[in-house]
């Protein structure tokens, strides 16, 4: 804007009460301005500075910031499209709204109407297409977020606004000037998609907002806020960037409404945000996002203590565009942060999503369809380390995480129960007639970029030239993560040729510990560490010199394991006068401490065992005569060679990981989270760790004792005062212990009060605290579904809580079970583990798996009668096929009643217990549409279990069976009443038997009748 054009300013400023302050004198740049009433007519300055947030004894609006582009000398302020009033929507003294704090709801949208036409190196016009008039001043240093209409520069981002280099990106802006109507001006010079060759672009969008980052920031940090901070329906509040609300211990926080039309909204404002590290490594962010966004990526930074009771409802829009990268570069954010090591934080956080979509839904509407880069992905649901309290023996209260409505995400969730049992989760939709979403956006995840533009610089350097990929897509934590040192994840292929592109732990190993200078990364440019050979290149084993290190084995006169070259098949090298073709190739890796301890070497940085190099194992056409050291091959005819023309290849291909499939998770938790799922359909693999929160005892006890030994805890989470429990579950043996001393969790001596112990307990009995473990666990109504929301029968849960198993085991509670209620879904059991879950179904639930393994139960318990369908079978022509079968175990005494079930699949029985199966029937298999007329099987056969009492019996089934083991007589008893033997897929007669039938004692045993 240019300084010398007089500027118009006009301020309200109200206090709390909405009483007009009067304004004694007014000090700006330095210049003392007076009322008229004083001074006459006098010209002001306006100035927005949402920086720093006014006090909160008075509103403060700019309601214009007008270039004075005509002779009036007016300075009657001419208010156009004010901030709207709101009242108090309570009428208790219990409320604020965002308006008291500077908040102001100003947000435009315009779909398919707006051009761009840059008009020097720093600006560019935004024009309206349509016939109206719909600028006017109050647009004024509001922010713009357009589409994406910016080919950004390759230079890294270090200062200034923040863009996402080399990528065809949304870049912000802010408004300048109004000229008219129709047309205003913003701070940021957009190219219209290109670099080299700039233009102007035409229907477009733009979103106009106001900044209420700092508005937020300013009514939760105040010491006068009230509970609620409420707002009108419909009202979107903008925020370039994460808003950071810091929540003392002992806190109440509300975000309230009237109830009706659609919630109010904060929308981030982060689209295609770069938070990329300059090389890569994932360490750091870059200035210039900090200068443009904050330096926040949390929206509820939580106290590491204290009952902290949060109820958002209002809906969170989540930012619009969003970069598909492998793992860094893109702000993904996250609603609830506790840092803590140790949280004793507890009371219920709830987060409402009702509406995620809203501006794609807006977008369509407008548009008719939805641009390319639009994601709406939500931030991650939280990061924590626990919470809860206890009272030094069990705990008294939650620290309750509750999601409701859906969560569409490329990383839904990761909280961690890592220091008690105090930490509660729930997913909770409204009804199983109307189930909440839980999606994992695997679409939004990119593992693989195709129809890229790549350029061998030289033999090790390359460059790509595309609109929708840089190099920063692909940085993640196997490649160039700052401590990727693993084998090789990432390759690009060119013209069908595949080449690795390997990780720190190659790099590291040639030039030193935390090296840079090597891969030399930057958006367009990278190096590699296999280099693409030439004729004339030799290839030798040169230990002196690693950089020239490029043969490390020889595992037969036919087979070498080539370094740092990028070997196909088909490719020429010769020794001693002898031309030998390369057959086949494939990558393989070793530690740095198997490749020094192969070539003798004595280094001490080599003695690591978590650091890996890649290599490429060949197999030659016929032997070579001579040893490792004395072998120099000398390159004939490379595969690759052609590619060192210095020209562009089209078509080509960059990828991560080791098949078809992208990196995360729909939840990362851990087996002591207490994990409520209702009425919820989900897509994605909930995966967790064990970290069990309890030690074996390390030798025997008994007699007077004031100490035990304990293996390594893994945490400081025992302390004096403490009462824990000396256990031996298998036994049943039980004592209380109170704890004299801190515990610092390494494996020694845990100081007790003294105490005589009325039984011995023997070594690897169990210390544990009663408050270090879940108390539930359950999935009522919850069903798999695809990306697009269609029924999924191939997912997988990976949580185990042994802790609430032991937690059965110590309190004798049946109810401390694994409960799972109706439903799509799939459990299967780690038979090794020493407490695994049991599992209690009820309502019927249809259990199905991944196809690549057969899932196991282990004593599942049906407390209603009403059966479990097991599995799932798919076969249609041109599509995937599907059949994922059940297996049970039953141990040793146990009676499992599994009448009234259903077989989607074959089922597998074995163990040493009972099996009750009334009124067993099975599905038809269906083959192309068509019913096969046939069903399904129980298969009887060992695998986990040798069966040595084993007993089936039911009345009034329907199934086939199949013994597929040969037991001996007497070790598996059947007696089946009125059944009939179904035919079977892989069973036509409806039963065959490994057994020998021919024993006179078999019809003792096996009883079936019709």
């Not at 893109?330 to 709830?350: E, M, N, V």
Request: charged content about 25%; overall charge negative; glycine content about 10%.
């Amino acid at each position: 804007m240019s300084q010398d054009k007089p500027l118009h300013l006009s301020i309200e400023l109200n206090s709390q009460d909405g009483i007009p302050v009067k304004i004694a004198s007014l000090m700006i740049n330095g210049e003392e301005f007076l009322p008229k009433e004083i001074a006459g007519d006098s010209e002001t300055i306006p100035l927005e500075n949402p920086h720093n947030p006014l006090p909160e004894v008075a509103i403060v609006a700019v309601t214009s910031l007008t270039p004075n582009n005509s002779d009036s000398s007016s300075t009657e302020p001419k208010p156009q499209n004010p901030a709207p009033v709101i009242e108090n929507l309570v009428g208790d003294s219990n409320s604020n709204t965002l308006e008291e704090f500077g908040g102001n709801a100003f947000y435009r949208q315009f779909w398919g109407k707006l051009s761009y036409n840059s008009i020097d190196d720093k600006r560019t016009i935004v024009s309206y297409q349509g016939n109206e008039d719909v600028f006017d001043q109050s647009f004024v240093g509001k922010w713009l977020e357009p589409s994406r209409i910016h080919k950004c520069s390759p230079m890294y981002p270090s200062n200034g606004r923040n863009y996402f280099p080399s990528a065809l990106a949304v870049v912000y802006s802010r408004v300048l000037e109004v000229r008219d109507g129709k047309n205003l001006i913003v701070d940021f010079s957009y190219n219209g998609g290109s670099f080299s060759n700039p233009s102007q672009v035409t229907d477009q969008d733009g979103t106009f907002f106001f900044d209420n980052k700092f508005a937020i920031e300013a009514w939760a940090s105040s010491v006068n806020r009230k509970i609620n901070l409420i707002a009108k329906s419909g009202l979107i509040y903008g925020c370039l960037g994460f808003p950071k609300i810091s929540v003392a211990p002992d806190s109440v926080i509300k975000f309230k409404w009237t109830g009706d039309g659609e919630r109010p909204a904060i929308h981030l404002m982060v689209s295609d945000g770069f938070t990329g590290d300059e090389h890569g490594t994932g360490d750091k962010i870059p200035e210039s996002f900090r200068e443009t966004f904050g330096d926040n990526g949390k929206i509820f930074d939580l106290p590491g203590c204290g009952r902290v009771e949060i109820d958002f409802d209002w809906q969170l829009l989540p930012p619009t565009y969003a970069q598909k990268v492998v793992q860094y570069g893109t702000p993904t954010g996250a609603i609830f942060f506790d840092g803590a090591a140790l949280s004793t934080q507890y009371g219920l956080k709830r987060f409402s999503n009702f509406d995620q979509f809203r501006i794609k839904d807006q977008m369509v509407k407008g548009l008719g369809f939805v641009r390319p880069g639009v994601s709406c992905s939500m931030p991650n649901q939280g990061y924590c380390n626990g919470g809860g309290i206890h009272d030094g023996t069990d705990v008294k209260e939650f620290c309750t995480y509750r999601f409701e409505g859906d969560w569409f995400a490329k990383d839904p969730n990761n909280m961690k129960a890592r220091t008690s049992g105090g930490l509660r989760l729930e997913w909770i939709g409204k009804s199983p007639e109307s189930p909440g979403r839980f999606v994992e956006l695997e679409s939004q995840k990119a593992f693989k970029f195709e129809n890229l533009k790549l350029k061998f610089i030289s033999n090790f350097e390359i460059e790509v030239d595309s609109p929708d990929f840089t190099w920063f897509h692909l940085a993640c934590q196997e490649w160039t993560g700052g401590t990727s040192t693993g084998s090789e994840y990432t390759y690009i292929e060119v013209e069908g040729k595949r080449i690795g592109l390997n990780s720190n732990g190659d790099f590291w190993l040639v030039n030193g510990e935390g090296d840079l200078i090597g891969r030399s990364f930057s958006s367009k440019k990278v190096r590699l560490f296999d280099k693409i050979p030439a004729p004339g290149n030799v290839i030798k084993q040169d230990l002196q010199n690693l950089k020239e290190c490029g043969l490390i084995g020889m595992i037969s006169e036919t087979q070498f394991e080539v370094w740092g070259w990028v070997i196909q098949p088909e490719d020429q090298i010769s020794f001693a006068g002898e031309i030998f073709t390369v057959k086949s190739t494939e990558r393989k890796w070793k530690t740095w401490d198997q490749f020094a301890s192969q070539n003798a070497l004595t280094d001490p940085k080599l003695k690591r065992g978590d650091r890996k190099i890649t290599y490429t194992e060949i197999k030659l056409d016929k032997p070579v005569s001579g040893t490792l050291g004395t072998v120099q091959f000398r390159v004939e005819k490379s595969e690759c060679q052609g590619l060192l023309d210095g020209q562009f290849r089209e078509k080509c291909k960059a990828g991560w990981g080791i098949g078809n499939e992208a990196p995360g998770h729909l939840m990362y938790i851990d087996y002591n989270v207490n994990l409520i799922l209702q009425n919820v359909d989900i897509h994605g693999m909930i995966r967790s760790t064990a970290r069990p929160l309890w030690s074996e005892t390390t030798k025997s006890h008994s007699g007077s004792i004031n100490s035990i030994s304990v293996n390594a805890l893994g945490a400081q989470i025992w302390n004096k005062g403490d009462k824990l429990l000396l256990a031996h579950p298998e036994s049943g043996k039980l004592q209380q212990v109170e704890l004299s001393e801190n515990f610092n969790g390494n494996r020694g001596d845990v100081s007790i009060i003294p105490i005589n112990l009325s039984v011995e307990f023997p070594q690897d009995s169990l210390l544990v605290g009663m408050f270090s473990l879940p108390l539930e666990a359950r999935f009522e109504h919850v069903r798999f579904i695809n990306e697009d929301l269609s029924p999924c029968y191939s997912e997988r849960i990976d949580y185990r809580p042994q802790g609430l198993r032991l937690r059965q085991l110590l309190t004798n509670d049946s109810s401390n079970r694994v409960q799972i209620k109706g439903g799509r879904i799939s459990w299967y059991s780690n038979l090794e583990n020493r407490f695994e879950p049991e599992i209690e179904f009820s309502e019927m639930p249809q259990l199905v798996n991944t196809k690549s393994s057969v899932p196991i139960l282990l004593n599942p318990i049906v407390n209603d009668n009403k059966g479990i369908h097991f599995g799932y079978q798919f076969k249609e022509s041109g599509k995937e096929e599907w059949f994922i079968a059940y297996r049970i175990v039953v141990s040793k005494g146990k009676s499992l009643d599994l009448s009234n079930s259903v077989l989607g699949a074959d089922l597998y029985l074995e163990g040493n217990g009972e099996f009750i199966l009334d009124h067993l029937v099975s599905k038809n298999y269906i083959d192309n549409s068509r019913d096969s007329g046939v069903g399904f099987s129980m298969v009887i056969q060992d695998k986990f279990q040798r069966s040595d009492s084993l007993l089936l019996r039911g009345k009034s089934g329907n199934v086939g069976l199949m013994v597929n083991s040969a037991y001996p007589i007497g070790a598996l008893k059947i007696d089946f009443q009125n059944w009939e033997l179904r035919p079977g897929l892989f069973n036509g007669g409806g039963f065959q038997s490994a057994q020998n039938q021919n024993d006179p004692r078999y019809g003792e045993f096996i009883k079936i009748s019709k």
